[in-house]
């Protein structure tokens, strides 16, 4: 199969500088699937990963306002939010946080992506809560949602301060190899 893909390059590569390489690359490692096969399925992930992030650098281009790419419009926003915990209710946050199973409400919120609660390693440290939304209307429809109000109200008592926050939307993106 590599073999094909390697074939398909060099009809329709051109003068493709990443399709050259990627060819060169591959015929270069193809005939390892027979000696150090899980070196090859090493270099094969690699391989779909490098033509995957080229993939979305073609078709959505780099993040930011610009004429190549997606508009910033038209890119997910983040609500990053601090929650000011007291030293002594971290766990009682925690542990309420999913017991009012705030990011199911939050899911069913339309426009709502994903989200995380993220404890502090350090104590004294805020709690923080990250959430990707389709657009600022999205995220905006959850703020003016009663439900979250009602969830918000029944947290304030742990807090030992202000909750604070705002929305981001990204400049730049990278995903590591571990998962």
């Given at each position: 199969?590599?073999?094909?893909?390697?074939?398909?390059?060099?009809?329709?590569?051109?003068?493709?500088?990443?399709?050259?390489?990627?060819?060169?690359t591959i015929d270069r490692e193809k005939y390892n699937v027979m000696a150090a096969?899980?070196?090859?399925?090493?270099?094969?992930?690699?391989?779909?990963?490098?033509?995957?992030?080229?993939?979305?650098?073609?078709?959505?281009?780099?993040?930011?306002?610009?004429?190549?790419?997606?508009?910033?419009a038209d890119r997910p926003v983040h609500s990053v939010l601090r929650f000011p915990?007291?030293?002594?209710?971290?766990?009682?946050?925690?542990?309420?946080?999913?017991?009012?199973?705030?990011?199911?409400?939050?899911?069913?919120?339309?426009?709502?992506?994903?989200?995380?609660?993220?404890?502090?390693?350090?104590?004294?440290?805020?709690?923080?809560?990250?959430?990707?939304?389709?657009?600022?209307?999205?995220?905006?429809?959850?703020?003016?949602?009663?439900?979250?109000?009602?969830?918000?109200?029944?947290?304030?008592?742990?807090?030992?301060?202000?909750?604070?926050?705002?929305?981001?939307?990204?400049?730049?993106?990278?995903?590591?190899?571990?998962?």
């Open positions: 199969m590599i073999e094909g893909v390697s074939r398909l390059i060099e009809r329709l590569g051109g003068e493709d500088e990443f399709l050259r390489s990627s060819k060169d096969r899980e070196a090859f399925a090493a270099w094969l992930d690699e391989l779909l990963r490098g033509f995957s992030a080229e993939a979305k650098r073609r078709n959505l281009g780099p993040p930011g306002p610009g004429p190549v790419g997606t508009a910033a915990v007291r030293g002594d209710a971290a766990d009682e946050f925690a542990d309420g946080f999913g017991r009012l199973r705030v990011f199911e409400h939050a899911s069913r919120q339309p426009g709502f992506r994903a989200a995380r609660l993220l404890r502090p390693l350090a104590q004294g440290e805020p709690f923080l809560v990250v959430a990707e939304w389709d657009s600022l209307e999205a995220y905006d429809g959850w703020l003016e949602n009663p439900v979250r109000e009602r969830l918000a109200a029944e947290l304030q008592p742990l807090l030992g301060g202000d909750m604070a926050g705002g929305v981001y939307r990204a400049a730049f993106a990278a995903e590591g190899r571990s998962r």
